[in-house]
């Protein structure tokens, strides 16, 4: 059947949106974690999960503000399968979670984040933008956020959670690669008794991906592609891939069958990014993606609801 035990389950995600919404405070967002954690089944690898994997954009971005423990506390409640966590660097060398390589858009500064010292970028409101820009879910508690740093996220979720972490714009930063790498050694994230996929790595550098393949040959590395890149792409493209991704990671609009079978054939597995709307995520996975990144994590609620 379609719909496994495991999406049935996550169908009733819907009521925790509505408990964190209406108040996240920190001993709320325990309770709500706690009650939920058994939800989330750690497989041997998830790459070979027979669900379509669900790949919390941003964390639970529709939700709450995008790259805050806010968001990623909440895309854990859902019962994501991998929170993604884009990586930039400020000017002391700290890896801190943004999309963006400017702070201009989710904070009350503008500015380069390469520009800002973390102490500098601590000192920000990561929040309040999303309380303006949607108000149906804006709740006082987002006000005054603060930019993580993907220390702090480690130190907050562990081995709780499994990771889908992109190097944003490597060629800006100086060792960014190795600066990830020797974060994940200590908290343990590139043991051997952790199980494979647990932590995925995607760029658009092919250059970034096989410097880490050549520093961590353990770790799984996704490709990303632009829409152009995507349309171009051919079975040679995907056999070069191979050589050091698992994954290929395209702007859904941009692929079709087509696309999916020449990925697959080359032992790749496609991710696209990104889907919120349910019906493309029936179609995307009907092709034979193995997952999406989407910013609304309970997605199978609502697949449900257009379904049934």
């Not at 930039?88 to 989710?106: E, I, N, P, Y």
């Not at 220390?151 to 907050?156: D, K, M, N, V, Y």
């Not at 990104?274 to 990144?293: H, K, M, R, S, Y």
């Amino acid at each position: 059947m379609w719909i496994s035990l495991r999406r049935i389950l996550l169908a009733f995600s819907f009521i925790f949106i509505t408990l964190f919404i209406t108040g996240c405070n920190t001993s709320h967002t325990t309770n709500v974690v706690n009650t939920v954690s058994d939800l989330h089944i750690n497989q041997t690898s998830l790459l070979e999960s027979e669900d379509l994997l669900i790949i919390a954009h941003r964390g639970a971005s529709a939700y709450a503000p995008e790259h805050t423990l806010v968001s990623y506390k909440l895309a854990k409640e859902l019962g994501a399968d991998y929170i993604e966590i884009d990586l930039q660097m400020t000017k002391d060398g700290h890896l801190v979670a943004m999309h963006d390589d400017t702070v201009d858009r989710t904070t009350n500064s503008e500015g380069k984040v390469s520009n800002f010292t973390l102490a500098e970028l601590k000192k920000l409101d990561a929040g309040s933008w999303f309380n303006e820009e949607l108000p149906e879910y804006a709740n006082p508690d987002f006000e005054n956020l603060k930019v993580p740093t993907l220390r702090e996220i480690f130190e907050e979720f562990g081995h709780d959670v499994n990771y889908y972490i992109e190097t944003k714009n490597p060629d800006q930063y100086t060792n960014m690669e190795s600066a990830l790498l020797s974060l994940l050694d200590e908290f343990g994230l590139l043991d051997e008794t952790v199980e494979p996929g647990k932590v995925l790595i995607q760029s658009f550098s092919e250059k970034s991906l096989r410097t880490i393949h050549e520093m961590e040959p353990s770790l799984s590395l996704v490709q990303l592609q632009t829409q152009k890149e995507a349309k171009k792409a051919t079975k040679k493209t995907f056999k070069k891939i191979s050589e050091y991704a698992v994954a290929v990671g395209p702007n859904y609009k941009a692929i079709d069958e087509d696309y999916v079978k020449k990925a697959t054939d080359a032992g790749l597995h496609v991710h696209p990014f990104t889907v919120d709307d349910p019906q493309e995520i029936e179609q995307l996975e009907n092709w034979g993606v193995a997952g999406v990144f989407t910013n609304y994590t309970d997605i199978y609620e609502k697949l449900a609801k257009v379904r049934f």
